[in-house]
T-cell receptor
Framework: GQNIDQPTEMTATEGAIVQINCTYQ??????LFWYQQHAGEAPTFLSY????GLEEKGRFSSFLSRSKGYSYLLLKELQMKDSASYLC?????????????FGTGTRLLVSP | DVKVTQSSRYLVKRTGEKVFLECVQD?????MFWYRQDPGLGLRLIYF???????EKGDIPEGYSVSREKKERFSLILESASTNQTSMYLC???????????????FGDGTRLSIL
């Protein structure tokens, strides 16, 4: 099976940088996704990693180390609107390429 | 943009009722999913459909069934609603994919279902 761990909650200040970690254990890793979910809204896709290294998209970057079973989402120049939950999800070929297994999410609170 | 539409944002039903949650996607996606989201438990897969009339149980299918008669529509059915099925229900869709595909799942806004 899969096990995905994320911190439950984090706080940060507007303008700062925050790193949200995700560790996973899977037998057939086939990609990792990050989603953002504002309260009461749909999760929206942020990033995808399948190879080791950093993927950058504007203020958001995502990093993957397959050997360590570890990913992080880096948010720079934090804005109040970044207050949301961030979900890490893993695709495992042993459960099929079509499905994702989600972590419980990290709630980020950005304060002025 | 992909649009996944769930029929209701909020729904209140009584114990024992048969409840239907509807989901429609407009991007011709092969895959559709039903999840429930509970505090501290994250998103858990109830059922998955990879084609019309095809379905696969997820992690928590007990007490639920699904129907996919048309490609764009995926329905979740609570046969006899119980209070422990009070939750946020999220529908998602995606393209059919092979290994290493970067195609994400696209989510609807969710239905907050309360069973009294």
């Amino acid at each position: 099976g899969q096990n995905i761990d994320q911190p439950t909650e984090m706080t940060a200040t507007e303008g700062a940088i925050v790193q949200i970690n995700c560790t996973y254990q899977t037998s057939g890793f086939n990609g990792l996704f990050w989603y953002q979910q504002h309260a009461g809204e749909a999760p929206t896709f942020l990033s995808y990693n399948v190879l080791d290294g950093l993927e950058e998209k504007g203020r958001f970057s995502s990093f993957l180390s397959r050997s360590k079973g570890y990913s992080y989402l880096l948010l720079k120049e934090l804005q109040m609107k970044d207050s949301a939950s961030y979900l890490c999800a893993v695709r495992d070929r042993d459960t099929g390429f079509q499905k994702l297994v989600f972590g419980t999410g990290t709630r980020l609170l950005v304060s002025p | 943009d992909v649009k996944v539409t769930q029929s209701s944002r909020y729904l209140v039903k009584r114990t024992g009722e048969k409840v239907f949650l509807e989901c429609v996607q407009d991007m011709d996606h092969e895959n559709m999913f039903w999840y429930r989201q509970d505090p501290g438990l994250g998103l858990r897969l109830i059922y998955f459909s990879y084609d019309v009339k095809m379905k696969e149980k997820g992690d928590i299918p007990e007490g639920y069934s699904v129907s996919r008669e048309k490609k764009e529509r995926f329905s979740l059915i609570l046969e006899s609603a119980s209070t422990n099925q009070t939750s946020m229900y999220l529908c998602a869709s995606s393209l059919s994919q092979g290994g290493y595909s970067n195609q994400p799942q696209h989510f609807g806004d969710g239905t907050r279902l309360s069973i009294l």
